[in-house]
């Protein structure tokens, strides 16, 4: 075992360790799909029913998504690797190939996807060069869909 020094570059790989699924945040926004994808989605709470995830301060997207009514969270399943890709990028159509629900709130679902999740915003916290946003889960849709995994720079699978 060896120490490493201290940097962003350390810290990413470390973290990295850490296996965690990855999410789709989309709405609808003047009839225009919009979105970005997640891998630092945690349940919080189960009553009331809450969830969080973490995105970058620096997000061109965000701006976009964080004053909507509602916002739909959809679990990427285990054929999404090229998707969270596509939901990750800084430029194109990030729904390039994706087939999408649009909810009568405003809220966007992608299909193939192992859970939907109608949310709205209950709080945001700066955290350091992220921040923590906390969301409401008003409907939930349960597909039996295997999920993605984001481990060490990589998408998996789960082991049977």
Not at 63 to 92: Q, Y
Not at 115 to 124: A, C, R
Not at 129 to 142: A, C, G, N, Q, Y
């Amino acid at each position: 075992m060896s120490s490493t020094e201290l940097s962003p570059a350390s810290l990413r790989e470390a973290f990295g360790h850490f296996p965690s699924g990855v999410i789709a945040i989309a709405a609808e926004v003047e009839g225009i799909r919009v979105g970005l994808a997640a891998s630092t989605f945690v349940p919080v709470s189960l009553d009331p029913p809450l969830v969080s995830f973490c995105v970058q301060n620096n997000s061109e997207t965000w701006p976009k998504l964080k004053d909507l009514p509602s916002l739909g969270i959809s679990l990427l399943g285990e054929s999404h690797d090229v998707a969270a890709r596509t939901l990750a990028a800084k430029t194109g159509d990030r729904f390039a190939g994706l087939e999408t629900h649009s909810h009568e709130s405003g809220a966007v679902f992608v299909h193939g996807t192992s859970v939907w999740l109608q949310s709205t915003i209950e709080q945001s916290v700066v955290a350091g060069d992220h921040t923590i946003v906390v969301l409401r889960v008003k409907e939930i849709t349960v597909h039996d869909v295997p999920p993605i995994v984001f481990h060490r720079s990589t998408f998996r699978r789960l082991g049977a």
